[in-house]
């Protein structure tokens, strides 16, 4: 099953709100993003980026708790870019070519 992940009918700055964020919350939330600087929106965007990966991360040891860090490198790639161009990356059993 798909989640529905931009609100319906919805034009100009509203196309881009989540369906499960009100109208409400998204004006404020991009009036917030409206008033940081470049540098604090990219600082923004690096942490819940990093919190993202971690995230992941947790997901996948969750999944394989004795996988070896490679191992969840080469998951984590896989989440990320999928098979084909983790394989490439870390080699079909998920360690760096040697």
């Given at each position: 099953?798909?989640?529905?992940?931009i609100?319906?009918?919805?034009?100009?700055?509203?196309a881009?709100?989540?369906?499960?964020?009100?109208?409400?919350?998204?004006h404020?939330?991009?009036?917030?993003?409206s008033?940081m600087?470049p540098?604090?929106?990219?600082?923004?965007?690096a942490?819940?980026s990093?919190?993202?990966?971690s995230?992941?991360?947790?997901?996948?040891q969750?999944?394989?708790?004795?996988?070896?860090?490679?191992?969840?490198?080469?998951?984590?790639a896989?989440?990320?870019?999928?098979?084909?161009?983790?394989t490439?990356a870390?080699?079909?059993?998920?360690?760096?070519?040697?």
């Open positions: 099953m798909q989640s529905q992940r609100a319906p009918h919805e034009s100009g700055a509203d881009a709100r989540p369906a499960d964020t009100s109208p409400e919350a998204w404020r939330l991009t009036e917030v993003w008033s600087t540098a604090q929106r990219a600082s923004l965007a942490s819940m990093l919190a993202v990966a995230a992941a991360r947790a997901g996948i969750a999944d394989e708790p004795h996988a070896s860090l490679s191992r969840i490198r080469f998951l984590l896989e989440r990320r870019y999928g098979t084909e161009l983790a490439a870390f080699g079909a059993n998920g360690r760096w070519p040697q």
